[in-house]
Nanobody
Framework: QVQLVESGGGLVQPGGSLRLSCAAS????????MSWYRQVPGKERELVAS????????NYADSVKGRFTISRDLAKTTVYLQMSSLKPEDTAVYYC????????????WGQGTQVTVSS
């Protein structure tokens, strides 16, 4: 079955860095777009960054451009989100998403990982 297992969240001070990982299994990785979303209580889930696995094309929310980097490891079928210069407003639950680029109804979510930026 499809699994998206996130890891790497935690507590970090403002200006610090974290790297989130999302290990994917159960589907053909190369035909998907992988994304990171985040959500805070009372707000809608927002797209942070996405990557087309096959060609590596990336897209970022304006709020994280220049600070976050999304990447993928084809051999490990894993997507990463390197987060630097973290701000308190980056505090959220971060979710990994897999969306098929062939059949858009195939759309999967991880369980989420908490990122807290605080001194």
């Amino acid at each position: 079955q499809v699994q998206l297992v996130e890891s790497g969240g935690g507590l970090v001070q403002p200006g610090g860095s974290l790297r989130l990982s999302c290990a994917a299994s159960g589907f053909y990785f190369r035909s998907y777009a992988m994304s990171w979303y985040r959500q805070v209580p009372g707000k809608e889930r927002e797209l942070v960054a996405s990557i087309a696995v096959r060609d590596g094309n990336t897209n970022y929310a304006d709020s994280v451009k220049g600070r976050f980097t999304i990447s993928r490891d084809l051999a490990k079928t894993t997507v990463y989100l390197q987060m630097s210069s973290l701000k308190p407003e980056d505090t959220a639950v971060y979710y990994c998403n897999a969306r098929s680029l062939v059949l858009s109804q195939y759309n999967y979510w991880g369980q989420g990982t908490q990122v807290t930026v605080s001194s």
